[in-house]
């Protein structure tokens, strides 16, 4: 089982950059993937962004291709979502999600552990 938590969440204003990050500890394998997901009000869980323990390979939500960027540093622990060019529709809470490797990368149902998710909050 992975551990994650996710920080970095804040309000912000149309038009700002963030940085969020995901810390993960527990079985962790070189063929895993971590993933964020978002879940804004009154709508259901969307993929936004994975990432291979590799670096190499990076998946990206339609929403979000071209402003957002996701890496990972396996030597310490940690996953970062830089955001770019906010707008209020990028309100949501956002969750950071690992799988074994077997499964799609897009595909919420394949992943096996989940962090508690962190707010973001864009106003105009």
């Known amino acids: 089982q992975v551990q994650l938590v996710e920080s970095g969440g804040r309000l912000v204003q149309a038009g700002e950059s963030l940085s969020l990050s995901c810390i993960f500890s527990?079985?962790?394998?070189?063929?895993?993937?971590l993933g964020w997901f978002r879940q804004a009000p009154e709508k259901e869980r969307e993929f936004v962004a994975a990432?291979?323990?590799?670096?190499?390979?990076?998946y990206y939500g339609d929403a979000v291709k071209g402003r957002f960027t996701v890496f990972r540093d396996n030597a310490k622990n940690t996953m970062t979502f830089q955001v770019r060019s906010l707008t209020p529709e990028d309100t949501a809470v956002y969750y950071c999600?690992?799988?074994?490797?077997?499964?799609?990368?897009?595909?919420?149902?394949?992943?096996?552990?989940w962090g508690h998710g962190t707010q973001v909050t864009v106003s105009l």
């Open positions: 527990g079985s962790t394998f070189t063929n895993d993937i």
């Open positions: 990432v291979m323990w590799s670096n190499v390979n990076t």
């Open positions: 999600a690992a799988q074994r490797g077997a499964g799609a990368p897009t595909a919420e149902h394949d992943y096996d552990d």
